[in-house]
């Protein structure tokens, strides 16, 4: 038995170790005192960009579409690249 009770006693021991340094390891950066990034001052300042282009334009919205006594569209819009403007398309039936 006294075989067994050192065994115990080991096994006790080394899992206290293990612990103690598991918290270690786990607490070891905090106490460490990291310190903080600050900007270095050994370059010089730089020069601010120039103004962007201007956006390109949008094209308008597209107008609302009427509905005959049915409920269906009485016409459609579709827009023309060649003339840059909206045009209405009678739906064939």
Sequence with gaps: ???TDK???????????LG????????APTLMGM???SAGTGSAASR?????RPSRPSRPSRPSRP????????FDWRWDP???????VTPTP
Excluded: C, H
């Design 1 to 3: 038995m006294a075989k």
């Design 82 to 88: 060649a003339t840059m403007r909206w045009v209405r």
């Design 20 to 27: 103690l340094a598991t918290g270690a390891a786990y607490v």
């Design 48 to 52: 601010p960009s120039g103004p962007s």
């Design 67 to 74: 509905r005959n006594a049915a409920g269906q569209r009485a």
């Design 7 to 17: 065994t115990m006693i080991t096994r006790r021991n080394l899992l206290a170790k």
């Design 35 to 37: 310190d903080t990034a």
